[in-house]
């Protein structure tokens, strides 16, 4: 179905796999969800954005990832099944700091706790015990894009594409989500990232073919280097994870986003 499947495994795949050992799947949903109900064997997150403390608008440290993943039974050649509750949100973004810190071995599990649940497989309240494993983050700069490196190439004119995952509301600055200014990123493409999913029960990817054109229709090229920015860097990694299903692997999630962006006086945007 994708190009890149080696990134996506459904529901059959992973119960047929549930016990198997050295795996470990991680539920990034919220935590009061997963302490009702996740998936046998799953870990929880602390939070499924994983910010940083010392600067809550970027990924979390390194050192401090290491220890987390570590925490879950991850080593360096574990490999790693996320899943969510919100349509691969979370688990999107779970993958991309996963990536982030160079852990490829990792996959999202399509259509997450909603679609476990829709086919009537078991689920517990039960946290797992595991042995901790002994990760070591690595971060891969070809996944990401500060703030500076986005702003001189918007400013001098040679920015990759850029896709805006926004909602129409947040894209027409009709939703400030409590920036201090309105507005896009210059030469941003814009295409909320709810289309490309299925709606309930199943809350799968769309088909391939059906992804492919709602890019090309929003005027972003599928194949194209790509920059992918929201409020905080949420629904950009759910982007970039959408063009790594397409086969594409030059797309980087701008993480501080709108919430870094519209708050300073040095960053260009334009009105809808």
Not at 132 to 139: H, N, Y
Not at 197 to 225: K, T, Y
Request: with cysteine.
């Amino acid at each position: 179905m994708y190009q890149g499947a080696e990134l996506l495994v459904s529901t059959e795949w992973l119960a047929a796999r549930l016990e198997q050992p050295g795996l470990v799947l991680v539920d990034a949903g919220e935590p009061l969800a997963y302490q009702r109900a996740h998936l046998p064997g799953a870990v929880g997150v602390p939070h499924p954005y994983l910010k940083g403390r010392e600067n809550p608008l970027l990924v979390m440290l390194p050192t401090d990832f290491e220890v987390l993943a570590s925490s879950w039974g991850v080593s360096d050649d574990t490999p790693v099944i996320v899943y969510d509750d919100n349509a691969s949100l979370h688990a999107a973004r779970v993958w991309w700091v996963f990536r982030h810190y160079g852990h490829r071995d990792v996959r999202v599990l399509d259509g997450g706790f909603n679609a476990w649940l829709h086919e009537g497989r078991p689920v517990t309240s039960a946290p797992p015990r595991r042995q901790p494993g002994m990760f070591t983050a690595r971060p891969d700069a070809s996944c990401s894009i500060s703030i500076e490196e986005l702003r001189d190439a918007v400013v001098g004119g040679d920015a990759p594409a850029i896709w805006d995952t926004r909602s129409d509301e947040e894209w027409s600055g009709s939703n400030s989500r409590g920036n201090r200014r309105t507005g896009h990123v210059p030469g941003a493409h814009h295409l909320e990232w709810r289309r490309l999913v299925e709606g309930p029960p199943s809350r799968r990817f769309r088909p391939l073919d059906a992804i492919r054109a709602e890019l090309q229709a929003a005027g972003l090229d599928p194949n194209a280097e790509t920059v992918t920015y929201c409020q905080a860097g949420i629904r950009g990694a759910f982007g970039q994870f959408i063009l790594a299903l397409l086969g594409n692997d030059r797309a980087r999630n701008y993480d501080g986003s709108m919430g870094e962006w519209a708050n300073r006086d040095d960053t260009p945007l334009v009105s809808t």
